[in-house]
Every structure is written in C-alpha cells, then in structure tokens.
C-alpha cells in the first residue's frame, strides 16, 4: 500500500479484487485517532470524483499508529490489513 498526494495505490496479493488506485474524496477524524477516507476505486488513472457510486465507493480506515489498515464497502464488507 502506497500513499500518493491525493490517492492510495493499492496492491495485494492474492485478493486481487482489493488492487487499485482509490482517489480520496473526504476524510474525517474518529474516536481515538483512527483516520477514514471516503475513496473512488478506480483500476485505471482516473481521478474525476464525479464518476464516485455505490460501486466504486470505498472506506478506508488506519489506525492512530498505522499497524492496522481496513479497505471496505458501505455495507462493512472488506478486508483488514495488518502491518
């Protein structure tokens, strides 16, 4: 996992379908530091946040001390990534 200026690059083995580029559209602050950023998913470099859906939205969330990243749906479907 990458952190780029305004995006994450995203590649894991072997879940495939977690890879890709995710565009930051928000970001809030929630209870004990944890940060979580309203992401666009996108397999290409195509960063217009008009195009952001149910389909391609994502949340991704990291703890106060980056040991722990989660990449997940609204519906809290996703994976959890640990450091």
Do not use: Q, W
Request: charged share 25%; no cysteine; hydrophobic share 35%.
């Amino acid at each position: 996992m990458e952190r780029l200026d305004n995006s994450f690059k995203v590649s894991i083995y072997p879940y495939y379908n977690y890879s890709g580029i995710y565009y930051v559209e928000s970001v809030k602050r929630k209870i004990f530091g944890t940060v979580i950023f309203r992401t666009m998913k996108s397999d290409e470099e195509n960063s217009d946040l008009d195009l952001l859906n149910s389909f391609n939205e994502y949340f991704i969330s990291i703890s106060p001390d980056g040991s722990r990243v989660s990449i997940y749906k609204k519906s809290l479907e996703g994976i959890m990534l640990k450091f």
